[in-house]
């Protein structure tokens, strides 16, 4: 964020978009922000930032970023806007961020003014890959760029997709994180030849699966004899499996998956 003119037309402007910290920081609500998005917010605030704000927010005269107290803009989808179109005559770019690094983004201004960075361990994307490829085991169902299995998602771009809580969510609680799209399925047909997935695409005829050997599968539910969707995700759960770290370093891997830049 690069504001150049530290005059109070320009203070005042900024300070005007950015109201919506003084309605939800987190000192008046802690749960609102998981620790991962913050953590990644952190890293992205280093990396975009501080050459004008500041590590502490307060490099340009006049603002604050952590202080918690603007005229206007009440949401964080307010913030995401300041952040995503800039105030480029005031001297501050756009950036053209995606959902998760905005949502890390505005997880750190929300709550720079209650966390030392300096306490934060975000991961880091090398180890996260070699986890992501070793010990987690995770190419034996998912695919990135071509590598991997077709049983899951394609994560070659989950990194653009979905936060940094929302990842550490599903790697400790898939069940709770189950997409329906990807619901795992079994059927069999009325010749008895029986199949399992992961549910693509269904209407009120017909049905597409991905089946256990990564083929794409459609079927017409009247040629059925059988067809259950269940709710429990085929993914199982990496709690007490990773270390806080690893899983920290997996997350972080993850978000470094952007598809073809």
């Known amino acids: 964020m690069r504001i150049t003119k530290p005059i109070q037309s320009t203070a005042g402007l900024f300070a005007l978009a950015l109201s919506a910290f003084a309605q939800t920081t987190m000192q008046e609500h802690p749960e609102a922000y998981p620790r991962a998005d913050i953590e990644y917010g ?131 609680d898939p069940n709770g994180q189950l997409l329906p799209i990807n619901r795992p399925v079994h059927l069999v047909t009325r010749a008895g030849k029986a199949y399992d997935g992961r549910r693509l695409n269904e209407d009120t005829y017909t049905v597409q699966m991905m089946d256990t050997d990564g083929h794409l599968q459609s079927f017409v539910k009247a040629d059925l004899r059988e067809f259950k969707v269940s709710t429990k995700s085929a993914m199982t759960s990496y709690k007490g499996e990773l270390k806080p770290d690893e899983l920290a370093d997996l997350v972080a891997y993850m978000l470094s998956l952007k598809g073809a830049q």
Request: with cysteine.
């Open 42 to 172: 952190a890293r992205l605030y280093s990396e975009h930032c501080d050459r004008c704000h500041g590590a502490n927010g307060a490099g340009v005269a006049g603002i604050n970023l952590a202080s918690g107290k603007f005229r206007s803009a009440t949401t964080d989808g307010q913030l995401r806007m300041v952040i995503t179109n800039g105030f480029p005559t005031a001297g501050m770019p756009p950036f053209r961020l995606d959902i998760a690094d905005l949502t890390g983004l505005v997880a750190w201004l929300r709550n720079m003014n209650a966390i030392d960075r300096g306490s934060l361990k975000p991961g880091d994307p090398a180890r996260g890959r070699v986890l992501f490829e070793g010990k987690g085991a995770c190419e034996s169902c998912h695919r990135v760029n071509a590598h991997g299995s077709r049983k899951g998602p394609d994560l070659s771009d989950i990194g653009t997709l979905r936060s940094a809580g929302y990842l550490e969510r599903i790697l400790v």
